[in-house]
């Protein structure tokens, strides 16, 4: 987490890197972990932007692409005409080209052809994934500031098969609460979800990634005067049983919903905590410690009555040395 006032960013052009040769002379896992660490370095708040001149800087489509994927950015809301303007979230994983795949309609956003869908079984499991995490994110979030979205898709070995949630699939659920500020707080939730062995065992892998921004303006001044910008991202893997009473797909379904529901609601509660008691206390401990409003002498009025005494003392002590001479 960074804490700024607002500055003038340093000119990307400062970085040393040249267009076609970096990706003609160097391997693309160089060049990815370069991007990284300049974009570590810069103001979070614009890593978009940060992100869009460093790929204008590569040439290798694959590269970028790859690089989009690596970096989290702040999710965008849109409006599904086919579902009554309901609102979706915009991101990486709900792309193809340039178009964005609404969980509402099923459709894309630009009009796309043949765009990549999930298989039947998994679309109605994604339709009930989005009504359930739309609850969750009223009941922490409110219903007025915040968005969600769900997207699931088929593994690739089973890319086109008919998934029952039986041989596992992958998903995002995502989050975003922005106030009229330009404040927002973005959740971003990837699982992996195995397959169902024997005794109903299941896996699930999570990685969480929260993006904040926190503007804290001054009225009187009437200007920006601290941001609080940064992301935070944690990896977690988590054991579930799957009941093998009733093995549709409906009701195995259900139970990756509940699994899968359960699993977030830890993560984000734990990371929630500990970004505020560690990254925010911290930072307001911190200023305070730097910058007081009452920077006037703040001792007792014992302690400056034992001085006056002690000076008066010494004061009358020399008086005596002198009058004896």
């Not at 890197?17 to 990284?36: G, N, R, W």
């Not at 009223?138 to 008919?162: C, H, I, P, Q, R």
Request: net charge negative.
């Amino acid at each position: 987490v960074i804490i700024s006032t607002s500055r003038p960013q340093l000119p990307l052009r400062t970085v040393a890197i040249s267009s076609p040769i970096l990706s003609a002379m160097t391997s693309s896992s160089t060049v990815i972990k370069s991007c990284l660490d300049i974009l570590r370095r810069l103001d979070p708040a614009e890593t978009e932007k940060h992100l869009e001149n460093l790929t204008n800087l590569i040439s290798n489509d694959d590269i970028s692409d790859e690089l989009y994927q690596r970096v989290d950015v702040p999710l965008i809301v849109l409006k599904d005409v086919n579902a009554d303007d309901r609102k979706f979230l915009a991101c990486d994983h709900n792309r193809d080209g340039d178009s964005h795949r609404s969980p509402w309609s099923n459709t894309y956003f630009p009009q796309l052809q043949d765009g990549f869908c999930p298989s039947e079984h998994l679309r109605q499991l994604e339709l009930h994934a989005n009504e359930v995490f739309d609850v969750y994110r009223e009941l922490y979030f409110g219903k007025l500031t915040s968005v969600s979205s769900v997207y699931l898709w088929d593994k690739e070995a089973n890319n086109g098969a008919n998934n029952n949630g039986m041989v596992g699939f992958s998903g995002a659920f995502l989050i975003q609460n922005k106030v009229d500020n330009g404040s927002y707080w973005n959740s971003i939730h990837v699982v992996d979800v195995g397959r169902i062995e024997r005794g109903g065992m299941c896996q699930y892998k999570l990685t969480t990634t929260i993006l904040i921004y926190v503007s804290l303006s001054d009225s009187e001044l009437g200007m920006e005067s601290t941001r609080i910008t940064g992301s935070l991202v944690r990896q977690n893997d988590r054991e579930c049983k799957i009941s093998s009473h009733d093995s549709s797909s409906s009701s195995i379904g259900s139970q990756h919903i509940v699994n899968i529901g359960k699993f977030i609601e830890d993560v984000e509660t734990e990371m929630r905590k500990e970004m505020d008691s560690l990254y925010i206390q911290k930072t307001k401990n911190v200023v305070d410690m730097i910058r007081k409003d009452n920077m006037k002498p703040t001792q007792g009025q014992e302690h400056t009555r034992v001085l006056n005494e002690a000076v008066l003392a010494m004061a009358m002590n020399r008086k005596t040395k002198l009058s004896g001479k």
